[in-house]
């Protein structure tokens, strides 16, 4: 079974730090392309950071820049999101997303069920 499965998320304050990771299983994906998206309560999913299938291409979201990092594992199946800085703002279920198209990941074939992050002020 073709399957992403998130960990990582739970509760902290404000100024902490989270790492979030998702592993893919039950086929190769060392050549897609992986990322992460959020959703709010009352909001719409919004793209967070996207990474290429080699690691080299990388792409984060405005209001993460430079307090959140996406990474790849050697193996290319699991991809990180380290989240440094963490702000209520970023309270949020955080999805895994993987797709052959680096540019496609807002529609990608697969996702997984998503890991709650809580940041409290």
């Known amino acids: 079974q073709v399957q992403l499965v998130e960990s990582g998320g739970g509760l902290v304050q404000a100024g902490g730090s989270l790492r979030l990771s998702c592993a893919a299983s039950g086929g190769t994906f060392s050549t897609w392309a992986m990322g992460w998206f959020r959703q709010a309560p009352g909001k719409e999913r919004e793209f967070v950071a996207r990474?290429?299938?080699?690691?080299?291409?990388?792409f984060h979201a405005d209001s993460v820049k430079g307090r959140f990092t996406i990474s790849r594992g050697n193996a290319k199946n699991t991809v990180y999101l380290q989240m440094n800085s963490l702000k209520p703002a970023d309270t949020a279920v955080y999805y895994c997303a993987a797709d052959p198209n680096y540019l496609k990941l807002g529609t990608a074939r697969l996702w997984g069920q998503g890991t709650q992050v809580t940041v409290s002020s």
């Open positions: 990474i290429g299938w080699n690691g080299a291409n990388t």
